[in-house]
């Protein structure tokens, strides 16, 4: 046994391993001090009594008091990834998981008492209060239950200081730990479910199910099925007679009859597919409820679970096709009937592109917005040899406001009032916490899906290599086929697809209205990988307006198109000056530098133009340049009035200065909210309506220009102007708002113009 200074020296020691996270020096402690108490026999009494109870109850309050009240079990795949170097002491991190690995051999002094080592090789002592222990038989159990090698999650992980100043993980309930893996090899002896029947391995799957342990429920599920097939029936020799009636076939394989227990492995199938589907792997729970019913055809619980399974496929006539069947052993089944109506509703979305979201986008709806299918209109993929890459084009003339495609995002991570986080940058893709985060979301999806996969195999990354391959549009329709792809998807690739396609919140985004705010406003951030909108190119005079309803991305026609046209939206800002729009694309690392029409005339302007721009980039983002009263709004509309002055010298075409005036819109802006203080100069301000043909001409759809206009429209009829001027400006407004919200009903368009009026 140790001296009380040799305890000392032990100690310093591990405060400052555990402080540096020293993993060598930690794992070299750790065996130390498991030798010692393996040598004493009787590990807890080497503590006093008094440091014992305090240990246990400063552990124990601490960390239950840094509990959330609500006691709900969170799911894995909703937290954000963590690491130990994150970690802040004498805190729970809500909304957060650590993943590692046990680098040690575990023993127990009233606590578990082990090594995790995270993702980058950082190790922390972590101490488990695991109420299935106990001093008798503490050690055999925690050698198998806390394994060497084993993978864990810990939920909200909760890092304590203890009593001897060293820095420990402390878990003190089961729902906040979940054993991921066991040792690679397990010898069957020592296996914890070794000796259990296999009714009793699907008990302790729905216990774990029941604690939204999906991972773990899965694995005993299938040790549960693994032991029904280890004792199957093998008869002898029997008759075809004696074969039928006892369940064996002609080529030797069995059927239900042949398993031990067959209604466990039928549960067990189907329970499986039910935590598969949790997990969103529903190739995998279409499996699993397809063995369940060739074991019970008539099992209502699976056929439900075939049902959601294909619906979550997006094979929506299959999917009705199955909840219809189950109807014929339920017909009253309330559940069945509200999945079968959302499959028969997805079915016409994705054949016919009619989608009900007037109540969304109006805020009239209760709770989020409704689910809606995928559907790919009059689009298609194709390489362009004299552009050097892939577009979407239209495969027929198209009107402004057609819907050409919805798309559901693989994933996407937000920064908003329901899921508050720490922002920096101006936007989600010059955002790293949210690439980082979608970037690990999008790792475990690849690993779901075949199909998923297949889609994301496709898309370019930031390698830079020339991909001429254009994926078949079925991949990306649904109830249609595809070919299986079992190829993996390296994480390095997967980054590059994400900083090269993933699409942040310059879109509009008609949940703006619901708060009362502009949607052009920074009023929320998100980050999302979507598949078919992924091959749409940049242009400064985009064609196209991207919606968003949630995760959903609807796409309209924000201009009239011909057959064979390129479907372009625009990745920055359209209302911003050139210089300004190309360090929007270098910072949110595009990786390209745009050479449009409007780009290039911007250029020749660039050196008339150059201290005009200046001055806005200097009053951007100033509160003050855009309020009437301030000098800096002052300031900012005698931009306007400089400019006008360069485009009398330089453009003498009408085109040309729309599109430059649109570049400068704020400066317009400011000079509307000045028009009183800049005298007999606010005559040379263009009038608005000539500013908002100049906006449609640049960004039809565009939130900001949808609102200028909705503004004069109020504005003009509120000061009593003619008729004429009023209609004029309704009319505008109506066909921005068309551009945006797609063919909506005209009073559903004219309640939306209202709303932006008013933002």
């Known amino acids: 046994m140790m001296s009380a200074e040799e305890m000392g020296v032990l100690r310093g020691r591990l405060v400052k391993a555990s402080q540096a996270m020293d993993k060598e020096e930690l794992m070299e402690l750790h065996r130390l001090r498991m030798r010692q108490y393996e040598d004493t026999g009787n590990d807890w009494e080497l503590m006093g009594e008094e440091e014992k109870e305090g240990m246990v109850e400063r552990l124990s309050a601490k960390a239950k008091a840094s509990r959330r009240g609500s006691g709900v079990i969170v799911p894995l795949e909703e937290l954000r990834r963590i690491t130990l170097v994150e970690l802040t002491v004498e805190k729970r991190h809500e909304g957060c998981v650590l993943y590692g690995t046990l680098c040690v051999e575990a023993f127990f002094l009233s606590y578990v008492q082990t090594l995790v080592e995270d993702e980058e090789g950082k190790v922390m002592t972590l101490m488990i209060d695991d109420p299935e222990l106990d001093c008798d038989s503490s050690w055999g159990k925690v050698k198998i239950r806390y394994s060497e090698g084993a993978k864990i999650a810990i939920k909200e992980p909760y890092l304590s200081t203890l009593p001897d100043k060293t820095l420990a993980l402390y878990v003190n309930t089961e729902d906040d730990i979940s054993i991921l893996s066991e040792m690679p090899y397990l010898p069957s002896d020592v296996s914890p479910w070794s000796k259990l029947e296999a009714a009793d391995l699907r008990t302790e799957g729905n216990r774990f199910f029941a604690k939204e342990d999906w991972v773990g429920a899965i694995d005993l599920y299938s040790k549960c099925i693994m032991k029904s097939m280890e004792s199957l029936r093998t008869p002898k020799s029997p008759s075809p007679k ?140 194709k390489w362009r040899e004299d552009l050097g890459r892939r577009g979407l084009f239209v495969t027929k003339d198209v009107d402004v406001g057609e819907l050409l495609l919805v798309s559901n995002a693989f994933s996407v991570v937000r920064v908003d009032g329901t899921n508050p986080k720490k922002v920096e940058g101006p936007s989600g893709r010059s955002n790293k916490l949210l690439r980082d985060e979608l970037l690990f979301k999008l790792f475990n999806l690849a690993l779901r899906s075949p199909k998923w996969l297949h889609q994301m195999s496709f898309l370019t990354d930031t390698e830079g290599q020339k991909d001429d391959r254009c994926p078949p549009m079925d991949l990306f329709k649904p109830n249609q086929t595809w070919d299986s792809f079992s190829h993996d998807m390296p994480l390095a690739r997967i980054k590059g697809v994400v900083l090269q396609n993933a699409l942040d919140e310059s879109g509009s985004c008609a949940r703006g209205l619901l708060n009362n705010r502009l949607p052009g406003e920074n009023n929320r951030q998100f980050l999302g990988l ?90 951007w983002g100033m509160k003050e340049g855009v309020v009437a009263g301030y000098p800096e709004s002052l300031d900012m509309a005698k931009n306007a009035l400089k400019l006008e002055h360069q485009l009398k010298l330089h453009a003498p075409y009408l085109h040309e200065r729309q599109l430059i005036r649109t570049s400068y819109f704020i400066a317009y802006w400011s000079a509307y909210l000045n028009l009183d203080q800049l005298g007999d100069h606010a005559s040379i301000i263009p009038r608005p309506e000539t500013m908002i043909d100049a906006m449609n001409v640049v960004a039809p759809g565009d939130s900001v220009a949808l609102f200028f206009a909705a503004y004069w429209a109020k504005k003009f009829e509120d000061q009593g102007a003619s008729k004429t001027v009023v209609k004029d400006a309704q009319k505008k407004a109506m066909y921005l708002c068309k551009s945006m919200y797609g063919k909506q009903k005209a009073d559903v368009l004219k309640r939306l113009i209202k709303a932006h009026a008013a933002g």
């Not at 805020?363 to 989020?368: E, H, Q, W």
């Not at 979507?530 to 005079?541: D, G, V």
């Not at 050479?595 to 250029?603: H, S, V, Y």
């Open 530 to 619: 979507w598949a078919l909108p992924s091959f749409i190119n940049h242009s400064c005079c985009p064609n196209a307006v991207r919606l968003h309803l949630g995760d959903t991305l609807f796409l309209h026609a924000s201009r009239q198109l011909e057959c064979g046209d390129e479907v372009t939206i625009s990745y920055v800002n359209p209302l911003l000056p050139l210089p300004m729009r190309l360090e929007l694309l270098v910072q949110d690392k595009w990786g390209f530098v745009c050479k449009c029409q409007r780009c290039e005339l911007e250029m020749r302007f660039r050196d008339p133009l150059k201290h005009i721009c200046k001055r806005v980039y200097d009053l």
């Open 242 to 381: 004696a074969r039928k009636k006892k369940g064996a076939t002609a080529n030797g394989s069995t059927n239900k009859l042949g398993f031990s227990d067959p209604e466990t492995v039928m549960l067990a199938y189907s329970n499986r597919a039910a935590a598969w589907m949790k997990l969103r792997h529903f190739e995998k729970a279409l499996l699993d409820s397809g063995e369940a019913l060739k074991l019970d055809p008539t099992h209502l619980k699976s056929i439900y679970r075939k049902g959601r399974a294909l619906h979550g496929l997006q094979q929506y006539e299959q999917a009705c096709e199955t909840f219809q069947n189950a109807l014929l052993l339920s017909a009253q089944d309330k559940d069945i009937k509200n999945a079968l109506q959302r499959s028969k509703t997805c079915d016409l979305q994705s054949r016919l592109g009619l989608y009900e979201i007037s109540k969304y986008i109006l805020g009239t709806c209760d709770g989020a917005a409704t689910e809606c299918s995928d559907y790919v209109g009059p689009v298609e993929i």
